[in-house]
């Protein structure tokens, strides 16, 4: 099965600063995906197809990356963007998770 | 809008079973590859089984296979999980999800299946 590894496991960050979460694949991956889990709350899709952006989520977000390397970036912290994020891939079954990188605000 | 609400949850012995449940809504189920996804108290999220929309093929996690078993109603709009010979290791809260090619739309609000003496 291919493991992903994330990083940072937790970052804190302080309001309108950039952020950037990466996620290295131990094998090739045609897309990453990201969901972004708050508190108590069930995961969302968060960005699919490696860049795009899942609806509702605000474009100070973008990902990037191909092969076994991907990252998840927001331009601006904003205070809402406090969560844990998990990026996931299904090139092959199967599907699996990052452990999640925790993004708190500082 | 798109609901997934999971059910049949509880604290269970070790070696005895569960069955739960996910009715969805707001979205055509019987178009769908359905999942379950557990997150274990504090922990990250691990795929464990996959049914096809119509049923046709089923995948699990090596954790898992052999002992749970996904299913689907999709006149009843309705996802199954049956859970046989629990352990202390399963405990964690169960999501089901729809899939969409090679991601999770959409998610349910997960129940909580705790095994313990």
């Known amino acids: 099965e291919i493991v992903l590894t994330q990083s940072p496991t937790t970052i804190a960050a302080s309001p309108g600063e950039k952020v950037t979460i990466t996620c290295r694949a131990s094998s090739s991956v045609s897309y990453m995906y990201w969901y972004q889990q708050k508190s108590g709350a069930s995961p969302k899709l968060w960005i699919y197809?490696?860049?795009k952006l899942a609806s509702g989520v605000p474009n100070r977000f973008s990902g990037s990356g191909s092969g076994t390397s991907y990252s998840l970036t927001i331009n601006t912290m904003e205070t809402e963007d406090a969560a844990t994020y998990y990026c996931q891939q299904w090139s092959s079954t199967p599907p699996t998770f990052g452990a999640g990188t925790k993004l708190e605000l500082k | 809008e798109v609901q997934l609400v999971e059910s049949g949850g509880g604290l269970v012995q070790p070696g005895s079973s569960l069955k739960l449940s996910c009715v969805a809504s707001?979205?055509?189920?019987?178009?769908?590859?359905m999942n379950w996804i557990r997150q274990a108290p504090k922990k990250g999220l691990e795929w464990i089984a996959l049914?096809?929309?119509?049923?046709?093929?089923?995948y699990y996690a090596d954790s898992v296979k052999g002992r749970f078993t996904i299913s689907r109603d999709n006149s009843k709009n309705t996802l199954y999980l049956e859970m046989n010979s629990l352990r202390s290791e399963d405990t964690a809260m169960y999501y089901c999800a729809g899939s969409y090619r090679d991601w999770f739309a959409y998610w349910g609000q997960g129940t909580l299946v705790t095994v313990s003496s």
């Open positions: 049914i096809y929309y119509d049923s046709s093929n089923k």
């Open positions: 197809d490696t860049s």
């Open positions: 707001g979205f055509t189920f019987s178009n769908y590859g």
